[in-house]
């Protein structure tokens, strides 16, 4: 028509109003979010995510220092029983390889299963007693050696760590445990039963003063 002008607007205003989502190239990302199928956002890490995933290991790390520290373990057993016969002079060098060969062993485990599930695992109610009795034993061993100068005593708390690492192994072993209660006969089942009750009170006085 005559007198009357239409004024088109120019591809360079559109393309600066335009929003921005638009304005980027498409992708299915970008379109699944839009739509509603994007799912939620991931929670922000927490600073012990964090470190348990710079700490954690792969499997192949794992048997790594599995193989490593029972190799520590094995050769601290072997000087261990180098010392024994001179366990009356020196008996702080057998008290020492002795406790930190069952430190290392304990130590592959842990490597090998996780630090935490070994720690749930010596917890549990029929790994409690042996667990105290073990580690207790490896600390009374070391005092016996270093602060007592007793030989006597350092030998007992060792043949107590033995028998107690033997009873804990036993205890991932069906049926294992009662038929070394029926070997060892009546006496046994009873010292058993009055330790573990005890055990078992002080693991529950423990966890009253930690939750405090």
């Known amino acids: 028509m005559d007198g009357v002008s239409i004024k088109m607007p120019s591809l360079g205003g ?24 994007g799912g939620a956002a991931e929670p922000p890490q927490g600073l012990m995510d964090e470190v348990g995933e710079s700490m954690s290991l792969t499997w192949k790390q794992r048997l790594q220092m599995f193989a490593g520290f029972m190799v520590m373990s094995w050769c601290c057993y072997g000087l261990a ?13 057998f008290a020492f390889f002795f406790t930190a060969a069952n430190f290392f062993g304990i ?4 490597f090998l299963v996780g630090p935490w599930k070994q720690l749930r695992s010596m917890g549990e109610h029929n790994r409690q007693l042996v667990s105290l009795v073990y580690l207790t034993s490896m600390t009374m061993t070391l005092t016996a050696a270093v602060h007592w100068r007793n030989s006597a005593l350092v030998i007992f708390f060792c043949a107590v760590q033995v028998a107690s690492l033997v ?12 038929v070394a209660a029926y070997a060892l006969g009546p006496a046994a089942k009873v010292c058993w039963s009055t330790a573990q009750v005890g055990a078992t009170a002080c693991f529950k006085c423990c966890k009253v003063v930690m939750s405090r």
Do not use: C, E
């Open 167 to 178: 009873w804990y192994s036993l205890s991932y072993i069906p049926y294992a445990r009662h």
């Open 81 to 93: 029983i180098f010392f024994a016969p001179m366990i009356a002079v020196m008996p702080k060098k």
């Open 14 to 37: 559109l393309a600066d109003n335009m929003p921005a989502a638009f304005s980027q190239p498409p992708s299915l990302s970008n379109f699944k979010s839009q739509l509603g199928f």
């Open 107 to 110: 130590a592959s485990t842990a």
